[in-house]
């Protein structure tokens, strides 16, 4: 079965930075678009970034600029790193893998930034 587990998240104060990781199990790593996603309160689900297996990345404009993901296939792992960091940035964030018609989904990592 695909497991992705996240960790990284926290409490940081608006202006600083972040990095999230997720350990991808399971899957052939290095061939699957992988990918963030975050969930405020009240709010839908929203992409955040995306990276195919050639390391071709799409941004959400809201974060284009100041998130950058990356993936690392010998550890299958993939990272985001998070800086200038907004109160509106809180959320869940989630990392995906998409095979074929499925995604699998993390737990998740609270990432909260206080004004």
């Known amino acids: 079965q695909v497991q992705l587990v996240e960790s990284g998240g926290g409490l940081v104060q608006a202006g600083g930075s972040l990095r999230l990781s997720c350990a991808a199990s399971g899957s052939t790593f290095s061939i699957n678009a992988m990918g963030w996603y975050r969930q405020a309160p009240g709010k839908q689900r929203e992409l955040v970034a995306i990276i195919i297996s050639g390391g071709i990345t799409t941004y959400a404009p809201s974060v284009k600029g100041r998130f950058t993901i990356s993936r690392d296939n010998a550890k299958n792992t993939v990272y985001l790193q998070m800086n200038s960091l907004k109160p509106e940035d809180t959320a869940v964030y989630y990392c995906?893998?998409?095979?074929?018609?499925?995604?699998?989904w993390g737990q998740g990592t609270q990432v909260t930034v206080s004004s």
């Open positions: 995906n893998q998409r095979i074929g018609l499925q995604n699998y």
